[in-house]
């Protein structure tokens, strides 16, 4: 099988398992304990996540503190519900960030959902002229994980600070991708956000966890889940520290350079290899390992039966099933019938140029096969 669907989630790296097994811990071994229990069991499994709460903020701005959770929609709801204010966000978020509109309402704030330009990315203007001075909290993604497409980060938080509100930025799919740290681009001092929620199995890592980084800056949170405040008062239930050594360790083997030169390489192979479909979202604002296409007519349900042995996506793996076009493909200006007609191909460390030649030839062919 070929697998190219790295925007849904990435292989365990080889290094993260190991680092997890440890942790597992059978009856005969002393790697089980509880991390919040005082003894010395607890306080072992307690210094495994604390190695690993530092890996993970190695690869965030610099300050600021790093929140274990389930997962990046856990990150992203606990700040979308736990701070005050309006809220300001885009057309192409996440459904973990859309889908939160309801709540928001139900604390008697607004929840605006502003429009994004033809080429995926963030409308500024609109931007601006929804900024009033009841707006306290500003949502967008750094990469989106259906186009790939990178909104002009800095600029957004430009105009959020300018307007007195935080910024919550869903990182997943630019997590050891895109530098992060406002040292490098596309964040520079003292533009970093106050809020960036990411997910361990994008990186390599095991499904299950994510974290939540807070700025030096950031107002204060109420927390979402109660109970023993284990996670700084915020969060509460047990880690596993199996989850976080995996997180920990996927991390600490990121290599962004070399990554993002395999990576381009690979997108011009893809771009060649399917030159006759129309890209969908910018080619020049774009994280080069996904690639969203269409071709007009396709029945994309039986090109996915035709090339059982390519794994690829019909939009975002997060709402595949429903029967509805993508969001993110109509919010760019897409019909149905074109959203309906796209695939998602996604690629990275693992990949190689053989898979994308062998992928491209089944897919193109299955493709060719409706047309006749």
């Known amino acids: 099988m070929i697998y190219l669907d ?20 059978g009856p005969d071994s002393d790697t089980f ?96 002229a929804a900024m009033t001075p009841q707006v306290g909290l500003v949502a967008i993604m750094a990469v989106n994980n259906e186009i790939g497409v990178v909104h002009p980060l800095e600029e957004a938080i430009a105009i959020a600070r300018a307007g007195g509100a935080q910024v919550l930025v869903d990182a997943v799919q630019a997590f050891g991708r895109v530098p992060l740290d406002p040292s490098q681009a596309p964040l520079r001092p003292p533009l970093a956000p106050d809020y960036i929620a990411v997910s361990a199995h994008k990186i390599h890592g095991p499904k299950g966890i994510g974290a939540l980084w807070i700025g030096p800056d950031a107002g204060p949170l109420q927390p979402l889940l109660h109970g023993g405040g284990q996670e700084a008062s915020l969060r509460s239930g047990t880690l596993s520290p199996a989850l976080c050594a995996g997180f920990g360790v996927a991390c600490r083997a990121v290599d962004t350079e070399r990554e993002m030169f395999h990576v381009k390489h690979l997108w011009n192979v893809a771009r060649e290899a399917f030159a006759d479909w129309e890209l969908n979202g910018s080619a020049e604002h774009r994280w080069p390992g996904n690639l969203n296409i269409r071709r007009e007519g396709l029945d994309v349900a039986r090109l996915m039966s035709d090339c059982r042995q390519v794994m690829f996506s019909a939009g975002s793996a997060c709402a595949s099933g429903s029967g509805r076009p993508s969001h993110v493909l109509r919010a760019i200006g897409l019909s149905e019938a074109q959203a309906k007609s796209s695939i998602r191909l996604g690629f990275g460390r693992y990949t190689n140029e053989d898979d994308i030649v062998a992928a491209a030839a089944a897919i193109n062919a299955a493709a060719r096969s409706q047309a006749s």
Not at 10 to 25: K, S
Not at 60 to 77: D, Y
Request: net charge neutral.
């Open 6 to 25: 790295y925007q849904a989630t990435t292989p365990l790296a080889p290094q993260a398992r190991e680092a997890m097994l440890r942790w597992l811990g």
């Open 33 to 128: 304990g509880n991390p919040h229990s005082p003894h010395r069991m607890g306080r072992m499994a307690a210094a495994a996540i604390e190695a690993a709460r530092e890996n993970v903020a190695a690869l965030m701005p610099p300050g600021g503190r790093v929140v274990f959770t389930s997962g990046a929609t856990e990150a992203l709801n606990t700040v979308l519900l736990g701070t005050g204010g309006d809220v300001l966000t885009f057309a192409t978020e996440h459904a973990a960030v859309l889908d939160c509109a309801r709540a928001v309402a139900a604390q008697g704030r607004r929840f605006t959902v502003l429009p994004v330009l033809l080429d995926g990315r963030a409308d500024l203007e609109a931007l601006k």
